[in-house]
């Protein structure tokens, strides 16, 4: 019997993910951030060909399984994807710098009692050219920075599969998708300015250095409709910064804000008790909106948080009322 198995990454630049010097080519025009990749992926070569991401890493497996149950023979599948970076001049594209696609990293799968587990790593450099100050001689660099994922597919006689991200570029964004083209997980935190510094050359998975990634739960489908609402709406939202510990919102505060998480990690708190971890496009805050202006839950940051700040009025009351039926997080369960 044969057991086929895949995981996948898609690696992408969210709104406001650039900072410092960098991000004015995004500002102008030139550059520009990418759209949330769908849900659900059926076909990864065409939205690689629609130029809907950075990179991807798709880590396919399979194993061959005898009568008795044991492990016969395995194979490790799989292949990365990179785009080209676009350079714009109004809506038109003027210019397209090809990216530098490393070669896939594929340590000799592990084999235990009953199971393999195989080992993926894909990334690169995108074309553009990225001048900056880095943290180590020559301190000036030219070309860009390495993003990345690694990725670990488990396969079992059994039938059962397991995968985990083992690492990753701190930098830009990376969503996970099960087997089925799903999205199940996504990194909770985009650190520019770390990477941009710091990730080149031998600090890198070629130079035998990883990073483990913050990975996070995923967010309804409505949420990430209404991020967009928020954020590309023609009213720019206010962009606020939160340390880790500082709170967003305090329960019975007053507030009429809606805030949509960029990036970090936020814990919601009832009562004292913690009920939940929130990352990356997480909206929060429509309860009370909805309920008379108290706030139900204090946010604290765990991580550093970036929030875009909307009005009430940005977003239909009735997709509010719907958000807020849709994830209790502040109701706890008994």
Request: charge should be negative; include cysteine; glycine fraction near 10%.
């Amino acid at each position: 019997m044969r057991i086929e198995a895949k995981v996948f990454s898609i690696s992408w630049i969210p709104s406001e993910a650039i900072s410092g010097h960098m991000r004015i080519p995004m500002d102008i025009g030139i550059g520009h951030y990418d759209d949330p990749p769908p849900d659900h992926v059926e076909d990864l070569q065409l939205l690689n060909e629609e130029g809907r991401f950075r990179f991807a890493n798709l880590l396919s497996a399979a194993i061959e399984v005898d009568g008795d149950g044991r492990i016969a023979g395995w194979e490790h599948l799989g292949r990365s994807y990179i785009s080209t970076t676009d350079v714009h001049l109004g809506s038109r594209k003027v210019f397209a710098f090809q990216p530098v696609a490393f070669p896939d990293l594929r340590p000799e799968p592990e084999v235990g009692d009953g199971w393999v587990r195989f080992e993926q790593t894909s990334g690169g450099r995108t074309g553009a050219p990225m001048p900056r100050r880095v943290s180590k001689p020559p301190f000036v660099r030219i070309s860009p920075p390495t993003a990345w994922t690694t990725l670990s597919l488990t396969l079992h006689a059994d039938g059962r599969v397991e995968h985990e991200v083992r690492g990753a570029s701190p930098f830009p964004r990376h969503w996970i998708y099960d087997g089925d083209g799903r999205l199940v997980a996504k990194s909770g935190i985009t650190d520019f300015s770390t990477w941009s510094r710091e990730h080149f050359g031998d600090n890198t998975p070629w130079g035998d250095v990883d990073t483990p990634a913050l990975i996070t739960q995923v967010e309804t489908e409505l949420e990430r409709q209404l991020s967009l609402t928020i954020m590309r709406s023609g009213t720019s939202p206010r962009i606020d910064r939160l340390g880790a510990g500082e709170l967003l919102t305090e329960q019975g505060s007053d507030g009429d804000d809606l805030y949509l998480l960029l990036d970090g990690v936020l814990e919601v708190e009832v009562d004292g008790e913690v009920l939940a971890q929130l990352g990356p496009g997480a909206i929060v805050g429509e309860r009370a909106i909805l309920e008379g202006g108290a706030r139900t839950s204090t946010l604290r940051a765990v991580t550093g948080c970036k929030v875009a700040v909307a009005a009430a009025g940005q977003i239909d009351r009735d997709a509010l009322a719907q958000l807020a039926t849709g994830h209790r997080r502040e109701t706890p369960v008994t």
